[in-house]
């Protein structure tokens, strides 16, 4: 496994600058927590660009598998947060989730595994998922399938 990206202070801005903080502030869509919302650290546009090309590479990956391991997000929540439990990962984990060239976040597994259906849209979203400290990748595609690659997608 490859060493995951580092991040200094400098690399992150403040939620409110997040293009997609409407997603967790709106009450018309998911308003978490302050405490929850403190755990989201959107990336710098440039930052996001740095890790954009990873996160495509550990989506590509995806295809290589023989038998990849999915599941449908349209299903019951409790289904899907089950499949995501499976990975046994530290609630306190950070995780990276990249949707574009300009837009990335940083957040914790227990935020993801909670409000998972947050940061994935359907019929808009495909977003690549990952804790640098895994080996794993998770990846969210618009038509409503997360895809698990277990095996070093970063090689």
């Known amino acids: 496994m490859m060493p995951g990206p580092v991040f200094a202070d400098s690399d992150y801005v403040p939620l409110a600058e997040s293009p997609l903080a409407w997603r967790w502030t709106d009450a018309a869509h998911h308003a ?21 090309d990873l996160s495509l590479a550990r989506c590509s990956q995806q295809s ?42 940083v957040t914790i597994w227990r935020t993801f595994l909670d409000h998972w259906d ?15 400290a895994c080996d794993w990748s998770l990846c969210y595609y618009h038509y409503e399938v997360l895809e698990l690659s277990l095996g070093d997608a970063a090689a």
């Open 32 to 52: 978490l927590s302050a405490s929850v919302l403190a755990t989201i650290r959107p990336l710098t546009r440039g930052k996001a660009a740095d890790i954009y």
């Open 64 to 105: 290589s598998n023989r038998q990849p391991r999915q599941v449908q997000t349209d299903r019951d929540r409790s289904v899907v947060r089950t499949w995501l439990e499976d990975l046994a990962v530290g609630p306190s984990e950070p995780v990276i989730l990249s949707w574009d060239a300009t837009t990335a976040v």
């Open 118 to 132: 947050a940061f994935c849209y359907p019929a808009s979203d495909d977003v690549a998922i990952w804790a640098p």
